[in-house]
């Protein structure tokens, strides 16, 4: 998924094509393609690679993919672009804003709505015709995503579950992540903005966070299970974001900071639409190094370090 907007991160272009500060000053997306390819030579095979964009970086992503020769991949016969949808967006009053073209505003629709993209955009289709039954979707902002897991492939088919999700352990009980779940009997994640405090707190007789399994956008599914999440509706979320429209006088408005809502659908509110998941516990220090803000947590600093610790560069 390589669909955001990085607002957080503040850089210019699609996230994918940002440099965490290695010696090497590869881009997230090269780094994810070294560890395909290496997975790939390790099975004798050429893992095929399905990169979502959205409209705003659709251009971008493949020019900058163009730029470094696909990093070894054919398009269109092992690397395929395909764009998410977009859902109008609308100021505080609930109008809906005009963009710089002229036409209603519109923002990509969050990381859920990728099942949606895959299916219509003819991707799911695709993996069937080249023999793909399992598909891992991660997130392009994690330089320590393993997309490439016969170990979280073992245990979906061991359990017969048609979907399976790597965790981490969450830091603590106050840490701002989402933790898995079941919902009704369902598999969910709920978030921590959602999770009550003694939830959250409680404990099981090993002295373990009953719910402390942190979602890591890191998630297997059959392609049947995909099919079928992208034919259902999600819910929306709405997000405060900062967007340049067109005001009633035609004059273009840059605002200094959030001014509208856009609606995103989140990839977990599908898992209700499996009957269950196997959920693997992984190492954070092997597998989860997030670039999601400036400086701080989960900045290009700590996902550095971690990327330079895991291999040793
Ligand atoms: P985030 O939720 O961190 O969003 O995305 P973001 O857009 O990258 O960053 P902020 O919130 O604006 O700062 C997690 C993963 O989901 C992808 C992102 O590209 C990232 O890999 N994503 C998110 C999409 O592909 N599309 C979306 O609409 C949203």
Redesign the pocket.
Known sequence: ?????????GHKG???TFDIGLDSHKSLFELLSDSLKEQGKKYGVVIPWFI???KENNKDTIEFFDKHRFFGYEKDKNIFFFE?GELPMVDTEGKILIGEDGLIKE????????YEALVKNGMTKKMRELGVEWLFI?????CLVKMVDPILMGIAIQKQVSAAGKSVVKANPQEKVGVFCRKNGRPSVVEYTEIPKDMAQAIDERGELIYGESHI?CNLFNIDAVERMGSKPLPYHS?F?KATYIDKNGKTVVPDGPNAYKF?AF?FDAFGELDDMAILRVKREEEFA?V??ASGVDSPETARELYKKFYNV
């Open positions: 998924m390589a669909g955001g907007q990085g607002t957080r991160l699609p996230k994918g979502m964009t959205s998410q923002a990509a629709d969050g990381h859920g709505g990728i991660g997130g392009v902002d994690n956008l997000a974001k995103e990839l997030p999601k803000n």
